[in-house]
């Protein structure tokens, strides 16, 4: 039987987490998900039309820039910018709130889809969503109750810039 | 050719023209040829045989009234040309002194321009987005660095990212036309095109031409025939969606194998003979969607050069005529 990183243990590494993120740190940035029902594709499986949105979500994360570069191309002078973002798992479960590839994070009035959700922090290596209990409900025979050890610490969402008249998400008038 | 050896008083003596003066004025003589062009100096005339130019073939056809022993007013001598020395007749070379008309040129960059007024004034390119209607710009490619940044900020985000869609127009190849016409020689031009000119104050239209039934002068500029080329330009449509791609391309297709540029200066034929359109989706980048098209654009260059000022011709009048209707005399044995 585990010994360590019990739900009680990692109950305080919530708390100093939260702390640490909210009081201390306090970065934030917004989730806006796509509803998948009101949006249209067309046979090219793109939303040319309009897109529909939920949320803002805000949350308070960890914010990982990485420096803004201005690649040049025929079409003049570009941008883009590449941030991760990590949250505290906890703060999405209490929510209800699964971050996805292709959802949108609203960082500092700029806009940035998710290529990557990085869920690969466990406290004590362990996950307890897999304690390895047999499918008719029976313990794991070498360790039971794992589920009550280990914690899925984090979400880390990989994103890149994207142009925000194309979201059509922002208050301002970006195209004159 | 004339010698002092001659004469048989062995006076020295000047001659009155130089050699090769004397020999070109005993070969139009025996020839009967017309003079070289006014704007060619003497030293450059060529007196070899050469190819008539316009004005000289259309000059012949002019039958002129013999009976009255005038001559081809088209092929007007310098009556006074044992006086003066000059050996013809200089009411063809006319001043542009005051002349406002600007010099009649077509450069590569006028060419251009029609390109990118066709575009933003005929074609005016549009998509649907987000519910609305979306001018696309059209900028030619890989512009200056601070003008990309700084000036261009209408197709940008705030975070200076270029928004989409855009065109962009680059011109990447100039072919000389061999197939149609020109001006044979650039140091000798044959050919002209004439641009009449409208009346101004030195050639006005008055009451009293109208009542001697006097047709004004109409004064033309001679202008060289251009160097026909063939230019070529790549373009690059670059938008969010592939149903914003198909609209372009519709529209820029349609407008395939018209004549591009401002009615109000020059238009050329431009051929679009094909469209490739391509669709990305690579990590950590924003999905790409992209056509290429090329332009194959029929034009032609008249440059602004010293060498054109120097020998082509500039400016003709038209014949002025005068038609007499009625005459009345006090004693018909006046007449005759």
């Given at each position: 039987m585990a010994l360590f990183t019990s739900g009680r243990d990692f109950s305080m590494m919530r708390h100093i987490n939260r702390e640490l993120l909210?009081?201390?740190?306090?970065q934030q940035a917004s989730f806006y998900k796509y509803k998948i029902g009101d949006t249209k594709t067309n046979i090219y499986g793109e939303a040319a039309g309009e897109k529909y949105f939920d949320g803002p979500y805000i949350f308070s994360c960890l914010v990982s820039r990485s420096d803004q570069e201005f690649p040049e191309s025929d079409l003049g002078v570009n941008f883009n910018q590449a941030i991760d973002f990590s949250f505290f798992r906890d703060d999405l479960v209490d929510t209800m709130y699964v971050p996805e590839v292709g959802d949108i994070v609203l960082y500092q009035e700029s806009y940035y889809e998710i290529d990557d959700l990085v869920a690969n922090q466990y406290f004590g290596g362990k996950?307890?969503?897999?304690?390895?209990?047999?499918?008719?409900?029976?313990?794991?025979?070498?360790?039971?109750?794992?589920?009550?050890f280990g914690a899925n610490v984090s979400i880390i969402a990989k994103t890149h810039y994207v142009p925000a008249d194309k979201l059509n998400l922002s208050p301002y008038k970006e195209r004159l | 050719m004339s010698s002092s050896t001659d004469n048989t008083n062995n006076a020295p003596q000047t001659p009155s023209v130089s050699p090769s003066r004397a020999f070109e004025q005993a070969y139009r003589k025996g020839k009967g040829d017309y003079p070289a062009?006014?704007?060619?100096?003497a030293s450059k005339?060529?007196?070899?045989p050469r190819p008539k130019t316009q004005e000289e073939l259309s000059a012949e056809k002019v039958e002129p009234y013999t009976e009255a022993g005038l001559g081809n007013p088209n092929k007007?001598?310098?009556?006074?040309a044992k006086e003066?020395?000059?050996?013809?007749?200089?009411?063809?070379?006319?001043?542009?002194?005051?002349?406002?008309?600007?010099?009649y040129k077509i450069g590569v960059q006028d060419i251009d321009e029609a390109v990118f007024y066709y575009f933003n004034n005929v074609i005016q390119p549009e998509v649907q987005q987000n519910g609305g209607i979306q001018p696309v710009p059209v900028i030619y490619g890989s512009p200056e660095r601070w003008k990309s940044a700084?000036?261009?900020?209408?197709?940008?985000d705030k975070g200076g990212r270029i928004m989409l869609p855009i065109i962009v127009v680059q011109r990447t190849n100039l072919e000389k036309d061999r197939s149609v016409t020109a001006?044979?020689?650039?140091?000798?031009?044959n050919l002209y095109y004439n641009l009449s000119k409208g009346y101004n104050s030195k050639n006005f239209y008055n009451p009293f031409d109208l009542i001697n039934n006097r047709k004004p002068v109409q004064q033309s500029q001679a202008i060289v025939v251009g160097d026909f080329v063939t230019m070529t330009y790549e373009c690059v449509m670059q938008t969010y969606y592939m149903e914003q791609l198909n609209k372009l391309i519709e529209s820029i297709e349609y407008a395939s194998d018209s004549y591009w540029g401002d009615p109000q200066r020059y238009k050329f034929r431009c051929f679009i003979d094909g469209f490739s359109s391509q669709t990305e989706l690579s990590q950590s980048t924003e999905r790409l969607v992209r056509g290429n098209f090329t332009i194959r654009l029929r034009g032609q260059i008249i440059p602004e050069v010293k060498q054109k000022d120097l020998n082509s011709m500039k400016a003709t009048n038209s014949l002025a005529k005068v038609s007499v209707t009625s005459e009345t005399v006090a004693d018909i044995s006046n007449l005759g």
């Amino acid at each position: 039987m585990a010994l360590f990183t019990s739900g009680r243990d990692f109950s305080m590494m919530r708390h100093i987490n939260r702390e640490l993120l909210n009081d201390i740190i306090s970065q934030q940035a917004s989730f806006y998900k796509y509803k998948i029902g009101d949006t249209k594709t067309n046979i090219y499986g793109e939303a040319a039309g309009e897109k529909y949105f939920d949320g803002p979500y805000i949350f308070s994360c960890l914010v990982s820039r990485s420096d803004q570069e201005f690649p040049e191309s025929d079409l003049g002078v570009n941008f883009n910018q590449a941030i991760d973002f990590s949250f505290f798992r906890d703060d999405l479960v209490d929510t209800m709130y699964v971050p996805e590839v292709g959802d949108i994070v609203l960082y500092q009035e700029s806009y940035y889809e998710i290529d990557d959700l990085v869920a690969n922090q466990y406290f004590g290596g362990k996950n307890p969503d897999y304690p390895n209990n047999g499918s008719a409900g029976q313990q794991n025979p070498l360790n039971p109750g794992l589920s009550k050890f280990g914690a899925n610490v984090s979400i880390i969402a990989k994103t890149h810039y994207v142009p925000a008249d194309k979201l059509n998400l922002s208050p301002y008038k970006e195209r004159l | 050719m004339s010698s002092s050896t001659d004469n048989t008083n062995n006076a020295p003596q000047t001659p009155s023209v130089s050699p090769s003066r004397a020999f070109e004025q005993a070969y139009r003589k025996g020839k009967g040829d017309y003079p070289a062009l006014p704007n060619v100096p003497a030293s450059k005339r060529t007196i070899k045989p050469r190819p008539k130019t316009q004005e000289e073939l259309s000059a012949e056809k002019v039958e002129p009234y013999t009976e009255a022993g005038l001559g081809n007013p088209n092929k007007a001598a310098n009556p006074n040309a044992k006086e003066t020395g000059i050996d013809f007749n200089r009411s063809t070379k006319i001043s542009q002194r005051d002349d406002a008309t600007k010099s009649y040129k077509i450069g590569v960059q006028d060419i251009d321009e029609a390109v990118f007024y066709y575009f933003n004034n005929v074609i005016q390119p549009e998509v649907q987005q987000n519910g609305g209607i979306q001018p696309v710009p059209v900028i030619y490619g890989s512009p200056e660095r601070w003008k990309s940044a700084q000036k261009d900020g209408y197709y940008r985000d705030k975070g200076g990212r270029i928004m989409l869609p855009i065109i962009v127009v680059q011109r990447t190849n100039l072919e000389k036309d061999r197939s149609v016409t020109a001006k044979v020689d650039s140091n000798s031009p044959n050919l002209y095109y004439n641009l009449s000119k409208g009346y101004n104050s030195k050639n006005f239209y008055n009451p009293f031409d109208l009542i001697n039934n006097r047709k004004p002068v109409q004064q033309s500029q001679a202008i060289v025939v251009g160097d026909f080329v063939t230019m070529t330009y790549e373009c690059v449509m670059q938008t969010y969606y592939m149903e914003q791609l198909n609209k372009l391309i519709e529209s820029i297709e349609y407008a395939s194998d018209s004549y591009w540029g401002d009615p109000q200066r020059y238009k050329f034929r431009c051929f679009i003979d094909g469209f490739s359109s391509q669709t990305e989706l690579s990590q950590s980048t924003e999905r790409l969607v992209r056509g290429n098209f090329t332009i194959r654009l029929r034009g032609q260059i008249i440059p602004e050069v010293k060498q054109k000022d120097l020998n082509s011709m500039k400016a003709t009048n038209s014949l002025a005529k005068v038609s007499v209707t009625s005459e009345t005399v006090a004693d018909i044995s006046n007449l005759g």
